[in-house]
Antibody, heavy 122, light 113 residues
Framework: EVQLVESGGGLVQPGRSLRLSCAAS????????MHWVRQPPGKGLEWVAG????????GYADSVKGRFTISRDNAKNFLYLQMNSLRDEDTALYYC???????????????WGQGTLVAVSS | DIVMTQSPDSLAVSLGERATINCKSS????????????LAWYQQKPGQPPKLLIY???TRESGVPDRFSGSGSATDFTLTISSLQAEDVAIYYC?????????FGQGTKVEIK
């Protein structure tokens, strides 16, 4: 059974940093692209970042480019999101998401974690 | 970025009746070289993460009931629930994965009339 378990969310002041983690199990982690997708409270879905199975290709939403960094550790089956210079508008539930394919583009998202809540407020 | 627009924003359907959700993309998501539409549908029930229902516009994900079907091509797509069940109450999102960034529609809330 595929499991994606996020952690690291919390309340943080604007301008500060936070690192999200996602523990993956139940599938061959280093075969698949992975993503972070966020959902502000009561709102829709926004793709944040994605990377290929081997981390060689990475993409970011314009809204987070230069502030967020996605990475993975295939030896430990973990996905990460380093979030710097956080803003109020980054407040959302952050989902760890598995791609159906090996890259981060060109395929749908077939498994989602339960999410970890990030609240940015002074 | 490709903008995905769903209609309606919400709909109420009687149990056993048909529900139809439309999704329009601001540009074609049909990849000519493989004749595939890079369009997926997701279901999000209250308090849960989204779940993949349909991809390549009309391919049902494993385990998804056959009352869910997807159709359309290029810029216009439809998700149909042929006979609405109580457990289908949810918000439904379309998504294009043709180009980066992948983008979602605003969601359509389906309720029981």
């Amino acid at each position: 059974e595929v499991q994606l378990v996020e952690s690291g969310g919390g309340l943080v002041q604007p301008g500060r940093s936070l690192r999200l983690s996602c523990a993956a199990s139940g599938f061959t982690f280093d075969y698949y692209g992975m993503h972070w997708v966020r959902q502000p409270p009561g709102k829709g879905l926004e793709w944040v970042a994605g990377l290929s199975y081997n981390s060689r290709t990475i993409g970011y939403a314009d809204s987070v480019k230069g502030r967020f960094t996605i990475s993975r550790d295939n030896a430990k089956n973990f996905l990460y999101l380093q979030m710097n210079s956080l803003r109020d508008e980054d407040t959302a539930l952050y989902y760890c998401v598995k791609d159906l394919g090996t890259y981060y583009n060109g395929n749908p998202f077939d498994y989602w974690g339960q999410g970890t809540l990030v609240a940015v407020s002074s | 970025d490709i903008v995905m627009t769903q209609s309606p924003d919400s709909l109420a359907v009687s149990l056993g009746e048909r529900a139809t959700i439309n999704c329009k993309s601001s540009q074609s998501v049909l990849y000519i070289s493989n004749d595939e539409n890079y369009l997926a549908w997701y279901q999000q029930k209250p308090g849960q993460p989204p779940k993949l229902l349909i991809y390549w516009a009309s391919t049902r994900e494993s385990g998804v009931p056959d009352r869910f079907s997807g159709s359309g091509s290029a810029t216009d797509f439809t998700l149909t629930i042929s006979s609405l069940q109580a457990e289908d109450v949810a918000i439904y999102y379309c998504q294009q994965y043709y180009s980066t960034p992948p983008t979602f529609g605003q969601g359509t809330k389906v309720e029981i009339k």
